[in-house]
């Protein structure tokens, strides 16, 4: 999971973080890729949302959710300087660790109202589920982060999970995500409507995914990214822990969030 930049191919939109598109090679081998790099040079980015972003995403897809493959970037200082030549908009690429993730294909938008069944309906119960644990405010009706790639719903930009301020905010035990109400969450609205047929719905996916994943087991996961994420990491291994030990209680508060 991690790479080295080689070359700023130029910047991904005009997004608030100012994202770039780099070329890096996997550490360890030739392969090489097309990254989506969030950087310290970037808008609102830090070390702690670059450990965020990356936690977010493998745990996100540990929890069944389809995301674009996680990276942690190493910006040496020649692609760095180079990059003022490329980018627009924003500073330099900053020299150091950044969050990248692997280029993915044009993908459709999620569309208002979306209809979901069968196993289109579990992965947005997944993705649904996991930002309410995680309290993440992203993937809303007007700037969802998720397309549609085939059958496959892909999400993307986790750099708000887990955040300590968040869950002072949102009050209650980490189970409790009926208090982290998301009525502008994309999927919600969706979910909701398809609640009433009953038709392949269930939080039993998701609820076993999360119990098959022990402390031990997420620290492991975790253990790749820089030694500055360590209190990220402990966060998320102790909140995790406490929805395990309430699933039947973090049910019931999922089925609340829908009313």
Not at 32 to 42: M, N
Not at 196 to 201: C, E, F, Q, T
């Amino acid at each position: 999971m991690r790479w080295t930049a080689i070359e700023c191919i130029g910047m991904m939109g005009a997004g608030r973080t100012g994202a770039t598109l780099l070329r890096c090679v996997r550490d360890g081998g030739e392969e090489e890729a097309d990254l989506v790099v969030k950087d310290t040079g970037g808008h609102e980015v830090t070390p702690e949302s670059i450990c965020r972003e990356l936690a977010g995403n493998v745990m996100a897809r540990v929890l069944g959710v389809n995301t674009p493959e996680p990276a942690l970037v190493w910006v040496p200082r020649d692609v760095a300087w180079a990059s003022r030549f490329v980018v627009q908009g924003r500073g330099p690429l900053a020299e150091g660790w950044a969050a990248g993730a692997v280029k993915f294909g044009p993908g459709a938008p999620v569309p208002q109202g979306i209809s979901l069944t069968g196993d289109l309906l579990r992965q947005a119960m997944c993705l649904y589920a996991f930002d309410l644990v995680a309290k993440n405010p992203d993937h809303r009706a007007d700037n969802a982060n998720c397309v549609l790639l085939g059958d496959a719903l892909l999400a993307y930009d986790f750099e708000f999970c887990f955040m300590r301020t968040s869950a002072v905010l949102a009050g209650g035990e980490p189970w409790q995500v009926a208090y982290h109400h998301r009525p502008e969450h994309v999927l919600r609205r969706p979910i909701a409507s398809a609640a009433k047929s009953r038709d392949r719905y269930s939080w039993e996916p998701f609820l076993s995914s999360l119990s098959g994943v022990d402390e031990e087991r997420t620290r492991e996961l975790l253990n790749w990214l820089p030694s500055n994420c360590c209190s990220v990491v402990e966060s998320i291994v102790s909140e995790l822990a406490e929805c395990r030990d309430h699933l039947e209680d973090l049910e019931r508060h999922l089925e609340q969030s829908l009313s």
